[in-house]
Every structure is written in structure tokens, then in C-alpha cells.
């Protein structure tokens, strides 16, 4: 595809229920990370992967968290018995490599609403 | 604790009037960079500056990496309503990048 793709685009759950968040990198692109915009708010690490690598999951905010990239393409971003406070914009981007140069492409991103 | 801060955190303005708005950190970065993100849609990358002291001029649009590469700032001449967005600044932290909160732009027409 043209750029990174996000699915769904909005997501309205119920408190304790688990959320699958998927994300289509850009086609060749090595590096994949996932970031969490609460409203009004900047960019919140969560994970990054790096082709083969085991992947960096310090940004987790807990195990509830949770994510997979298969074939070093797609990914799936896990979050179980949410809470209200997961509510957010979730981002996805991709890069060609990973390196200080590495220009980020994000998709739209999947607006999270715990009810 | 944030890395980056950014300030200010909310500017509105006229359009035609020039404005500077900043990015600091008390670490220092291999690189940093700015983005702008727009209602509904995710950040796009505006530039990245690597070199401690750096000016990149983008149109209307100046960036400037400071000597210590621990702070930057966007310069923005005769702002339009088109400039209108959040404006983020990422730093290069170990192999992934963390970001300020942003200065919410508005540019009255």
C-alpha cells in the first residue's frame, strides 16, 4: 500500500474487555513502532520492533499490553481487560531502518474508547 | 518527567505574523526532529537536524538545532492558516524516538 494502514479507525469498547489493534507498515519498511496520544496529548512510547530483533517493549505501560509483528509485516497490538484509562489515539509508524535519519511514517491512527 | 519539553503549549495568531515556538531537553540527542500533525491524521515529518548548531529553512519554516544538541526551535515567517496544527519535536533515544507534547497552532485568517 501507499503508507501505513490502521484497523479500525475507532474502536468503542466496554470496561474488561480485550481490544485487538492491527497496524500494515509500509511494504518493505524494517522498523515498526507503536505509540499511545492520549487527547491533546504528545506521543507516548509503547513498543518497537526491529526486523528479526527481539523486539524493545519498554514503553508497555503493563502486561495488559501486549503486540506481535508476523513475518516482519503486520502487527497486532493487544490490550487486555481494558480500563477506561486506555481511552487514546493509538499510532502506528514504520521506517526503512531503523537510525537517527529514519524518517517515521504514521498511519491515521485507531481512536480507543473504554466505556 | 519529560524528555522534551515544548513551549508554548498553546499559540494563536493572526495570519501574516511571524512566530518561534521550542523545543528543550536537558539530554542531549543524536538527532531531532519536527512534525506536524493535523486533526484525525498522524504526525508528518517536516525535518530532521543532526548537526549540533544546524539551520534548515523549509519555505517559510526555519529550524535550528542548538550547539549542545540539547534544544531546537521553528521559526515560522508570515504564518498562513494552512500552518495550523500540532507541532511535535522527537529526539533519536537509543533506537527509538521520543516525543514532547507538542505546541498547538492556530492561525486566524
Known amino acids: 500500500g501507499a503508507g501505513v494502514s490502521q484497523s479500525p479507525s475507532n474502536k468503542v469498547t466496554e470496561k474488561g474487555k480485550d481490544v485487538e489493534l492491527r497496524c500494515d507498515p509500509i511494504s518493505g519498511h524494517t522498523a515498526l513502532y507503536w505509540y499511545r496520544q492520549s487527547l491533546g496529548q504528545g506521543l507516548e512510547f509503547l513498543i518497537y520492533f526491529q526486523g528479526n530483533s527481539a523486539p524493545d517493549k519498554s514503553g508497555l505501560p503493563s502486561d495488559r499490553f501486549s503486540a506481535e509483528r508476523t513475518g516482519g509485516s503486520v502487527s497486532t497490538l493487544t490490550i487486555q481487560r481494558t480500563q477506561q484509562e486506555d481511552s487514546a489515539v493509538y499510532l502506528c509508524a514504520s521506517s526503512l531502518v531503523s537510525g537517527i535519519n529514519e524518517k517515521l511514517f504514521f498511519g491515521s491512527g485507531t481512536q480507543l474508547s473504554v466505556l | 518527567t519529560q524528555l522534551l519539553e515544548q513551549s508554548p503549549q498553546f499559540l494563536s495568531i493572526q495570519e501574516g505574523e511571524n512566530l518561534t515556538v521550542y523545543c528543550n531537553s536537558s539530554s542531549v540527542f543524536s538527532s531531532l526532529q519536527w512534525y506536524r500533525q493535523e486533526p484525525g491524521e498522524g504526525p508528518v515529518l517536516l525535518v530532521t537536524?543532526?548537526?549540533?548548531?544546524e539551520v534548515k529553512k523549509l519555505k517559510r519554516l526555519t529550524f535550528q538545532f542548538g550547539d549542545a544538541r540539547k534544544d531546537s526551535s521553528l521559526h515560522i515567517t508570515a504564518a498562513q492558516p494552512g500552518d495550523t496544527g500540532l507541532y511535535l519535536c522527537?529526539?533519536?533515544?537509543?533506537?527509538?524516538?521520543?516525543f514532547g507534547p507538542g505546541t498547538r497552532l492556530s492561525v486566524l485568517p
Open positions: 522527537a529526539g533519536a533515544y537509543g533506537q527509538n524516538f521520543v
Open positions: 537536524v543532526v548537526t549540533g548548531g
